[in-house]
């Protein structure tokens, strides 16, 4: 398996524009997790899903920021409009049922919002 | 839900020398805690990891203790070595909830 693939790795817009960062799971894994990093606030949980049902969002910032799952192998985070503050690394990470909660991460979308 | 502190921010020691990572948390169901460790510019990867069934585990270098009455627990790294240089994470989770809530990390540089 390719491990989790994300996309794209980097990103550099404008303030106001629509950001989609995409994350391809691990095949056969359950669970699919959208992380944000930043310097102050670490590796902060945004959403997560379980076979394919967004689970808990109450990490999602506001708004501005939704996720989706069409699919087990297909996941989205979309911020509408972006802001300076949304600049971070993006972490999309998949574990299994009964997996023992071990997550594996993918690359890591980088977005910059000017 | 789970709150997760995790001391120090910032770590140096010199190569050789033991290091120790120090988390707390608050939700007394939590019974799984792992440890990831992300190096510069890569993606964080799970290093150890502890059930509540245990109070320590060793893994060479690396090993992990948990006071479970206390609500802490704790990473130690023996023999410092260079590449152990990175971000240490840790995390407290009931096990097999997938619901992963992380501390905010130790940024650990080892001297040569």
């Known amino acids: 398996d390719a491990g989790v693939i994300q996309s794209p790795r980097h990103e550099v817009t404008e303030m106001g524009q629509e950001v989609t960062l995409r994350c391809k799971p691990i095949?056969?894994?359950?669970?699919l997790f959208w992380y944000r990093q930043t310097m102050m606030r670490g590796l902060e949980l945004l959403i997560y899903?379980?076979?394919?049902?967004?689970?808990?969002d109450s990490g999602m910032p506001e708004d501005r920021f939704s996720a989706k799952m069409p699919n087990a192998s297909f996941s989205t985070l979309k911020i509408q409009p972006s802001e300076p503050r949304d600049s971070a690394v993006y972490f999309c990470?998949?574990?299994?049922?009964?997996?023992?909660?071990?997550?594996?991460f993918g690359a890591g979308s980088r977005l910059t919002v000017l | 839900g789970e709150n997760v502190e995790q001391h120090p921010s910032t770590l140096s020691v010199q190569e050789g020398d033991s290091a120790v990572i120090k988390c707390t948390y608050s939700?007394?169901?939590?019974?799984?805690f792992p440890w990831y460790k992300q190096e510069l510019g890569k993606r964080p990867q799970l290093i150890i990891d502890i059930r509540s069934n245990v109070g320590e585990k060793k893994d060479q270098r690396i090993a992990v203790t948990l006071n479970k009455t206390a609500k802490h627990f704790s990473l130690h790294i023996t023999e410092t070595q260079p590449e152990d240089s990175a971000v240490y994470f840790c995390a407290a989770t009931i096990y097999n909830n997938n619901d992963m809530r992380f501390g905010a990390g130790t940024r650990l540089t080892v001297k040569p």
């Open positions: 990470a998949s574990s299994r049922e009964g997996g023992a909660n071990v997550l594996t």
């Open positions: 939700d007394s169901a939590s019974n799984y």
């Open positions: 095949s056969g894994h359950d669970y």
């Open positions: 899903f379980n076979n394919n049902v967004p689970i808990d």
